[in-house]
């Protein structure tokens, strides 16, 4: 028995040794760091704020949730991807829903959904995309290309002078441009007021057309096709929405447009176009830095569009007796 309680206690005794060693390396040292798939396997549930469903805005969406999917792993993300139908109520209140769920990001798609996801946190991250310029859109003054704040994203801005440039080699002899946009869409202003300055130093008259809301495309877009020799469109998520209204009144009126995006060129002869789904891949692969390295959305520059591809539409090419231009692409 006594050889027993011998045995007993030496065990016991190395037992404690062990447990005393193992707490010891514990704190004398730094954890492991960890390992590629113990963060990967981290679950995250990202908000997605659309304002409108329209072509741009669709292939934005999807490269920046398969960007995503395709990095950390379809297992290992969760989209909540809700469409404001255009409205800005509606944006604020997906965005309201998206704090009180307490989701990891938000991806604002369109400048409206922007505007009203920085309104409701100034703390969950949040990445726009397809927003013409951020200073405008969020109101900063002595833009640098980072907010500082707890937002950044990428910018659909495709070359104005470019845009004017194409409104000149196809239209040489237009006297008047009409611009049309939505009065409520800042970065749309933002785009008109940079095409006034290009066409003013060509000497080229132009007249701007406002439209409040949607049901105003119609009546702005017969004023323009009455009044100017050649429309110019600029992204506006207001207009693509209601690009068949506007191809409706300029194909039979027999009014070119130029457009900022290839969505709204449905209704154009040319545009300047960027790729929408590579724009949302782009962002898809910054919300990997913040959701994964920890990287301040603050921090991060705004980025662009790595490509501008001169396109043409040749069925309104055609509708117009316009031969398709040398050194664009068919739209497709």
């Keep these: 028995m006594k050889l027993s309680k011998k045995i007993l206690s030496v065990l016991t005794a190395t037992a404690l040794v062990a447990s005393l060693a193992g707490c010891g390396s514990s704190q004398g040292s730094d954890p492991e760091p960890t390992s590629a798939a113990n963060t990967a396997a981290k679950k995250y549930t990202i908000g997605i704020c659309q304002l409108v469903e329209h072509e741009a805005l669709d292939a934005a969406t999807k490269g920046f949730t398969e960007a995503l999917t395709e990095i950390l792993g379809k297992e290992n993300v969760t989209f909540d991807t809700q469409n404001a139908q255009g409205e800005s109520t509606n944006c604020s209140t997906i965005c309201n829903n998206f704090v009180t769920n307490d989701v990891d990001l938000i991806m604002a798609n369109g400048t409206l959904a922007l505007q009203a996801a920085t309104q409701a946190t100034a703390d969950i991250p949040i990445l726009g995309t397809s927003?013409?310029?951020?200073?405008?859109?969020?109101n900063i003054k002595d833009w640098t290309g980072k907010t500082g704040t707890n937002v950044s994203g990428t910018s659909d801005l495709a070359p104005i002078d470019q845009q004017e440039d194409m409104i000149l080699e196809l239209f040489p002899d237009a006297k008047k441009v009409g611009i049309i946009y939505c009065s409520s869409e800042a970065n749309s202003a933002y785009q008109s007021d940079l095409m006034k300055k290009a066409l003013q130093e060509d000497d080229i008259e132009f007249k701007e057309y406002t439209a409040a809301d949607s049901n105003e495309i119609q009546t702005v877009t017969t004023n323009a096709c009455n009044e100017c020799d050649v429309i110019y469109v600029p992204t506006d998520n207001t207009m693509a929405s209601g690009v068949q209204t506007v191809k409706n009144i300029v194909i039979p009126a027999g009014i070119p447009v130029i457009a900022g995006e290839a969505g709204i060129c449905a209704a154009g002869v040319a545009t300047l176009s960027i790729d929408y789904y590579s724009l949302g891949y782009k962002t898809g692969k910054m919300a990997y830095e913040?959701?994964?390295?920890?990287?301040?959305?603050?921090?991060?520059?705004?980025?662009?569009?790595?490509?501008?591809?001169?396109?043409?539409?040749?069925?309104n090419c055609e509708a117009l007796n316009i031969d398709a231009p040398e050194g664009y692409e068919k739209l497709q």
């Design 131 to 138: 927003v013409t310029d951020y200073g405008t859109a969020l």
């Design 290 to 315: 913040i959701l994964q390295k920890g990287t301040k959305a603050g921090d991060m520059e705004v980025e662009f569009a790595d490509k501008f591809t001169k396109m043409y539409n040749e069925e």
